[in-house]
């Protein structure tokens, strides 16, 4: 991604996607964070405005957002995953939506629970239809990681997704923000990285880590 490009964030005012938008804008883009409430949402813009000096974010709708942004990511909880699918299908049509929603059903979040359709991905791209190019990407990256400055990343993203095009823009895009990335493969394949999540979390509450990852080891010789 060799220019700046306008990435919108739906769910942008929580955890993970506030991390995102953070490294998204410090790469140079233009992001715009999406929630239900445009108020909560230009908070959450001007936090991260003031953190990195200027004004490449701001704030606005999930609706307004999905229709502004070239790439639109997707960061809610499962539980919201439909319906908030169903309210930006319009606006994300003949884009690239990167989905990082992990089919989570709390209380037990470090128990793997997959959806009738055997992954939140491929719900996603059965929703969007065949006009949205879904990447999945980002589930086992701690958002703690991407807030974080002062220590090297070490955990690898691995994106999936039925149009290797799109993965490429969306691997180009984590080199960006200082996280390694892969192709996994398609869309189904999803299903490894969303069950991992919680396989990490089991592994940060046995072990008192915060924000355990994985990396990739086995790398080409450059
Ligand atoms: N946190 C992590 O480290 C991490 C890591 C990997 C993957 N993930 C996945 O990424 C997604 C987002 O994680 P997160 O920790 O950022 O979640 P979060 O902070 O709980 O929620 C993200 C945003 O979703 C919106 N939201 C909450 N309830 C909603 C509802 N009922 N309907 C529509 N929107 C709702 C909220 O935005 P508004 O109130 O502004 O609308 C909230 O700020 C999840 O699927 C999670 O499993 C998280």
């Not at 964070?33 to 813009?45: N, W």
């Not at 065949?130 to 220590?151: C, I, K, M, P, Y």
């Not at 490429?168 to 984590?174: N, R, T």
């Amino acid at each position: 991604m060799k220019t700046s490009i306008q990435v919108s964030i739906v769910g942008g005012s929580g955890a993970l996607g506030s991390g995102l938008a953070y490294r998204l804008a410090k790469a140079g883009h233009s992001v715009a964070i999406g929630s239900r409430s445009s108020e909560k949402a230009a908070e959450a813009a001007d936090a991260l405005n003031r953190r990195l000096g200027g004004n490449k974010v701001t704030g606005m709708t999930n609706v307004e957002a999905a229709a502004q942004g070239e790439i639109v990511f997707l960061t809610v909880p499962f539980a919201s995953h439909g319906a908030t699918l169903e309210e930006i299908k319009e606006e994300v049509q003949g884009k690239i939506v990167v989905d990082v929603t992990v089919p989570l059903v709390p209380p037990r979040v470090a128990r793997v629970t997959l959806p009738p359709n055997g992954s939140a991905a491929v719900t996603a791209q059965l929703v969007l239809g065949d006009g949205v190019r879904v990447v999945s990407a980002f589930h086992n990256v701690a958002a703690t990681h991407l807030h974080d400055d002062e220590h090297e990343h070490e955990c690898d993203v691995m994106v999936f997704g039925n149009d290797k095009a799109a993965r490429d823009c969306i691997l180009a895009l984590s080199q960006e923000m200082g996280l390694k990335a892969w192709h996994g493969g398609a869309i189904d394949n999803s299903v490894m990285a969303e069950s991992l999540t919680s396989v990490l979390i089991f592994i940060n509450k046995n072990y008192g880590i915060d924000g355990a990852g994985i990396r990739i080891t086995g790398r080409p010789n450059s």
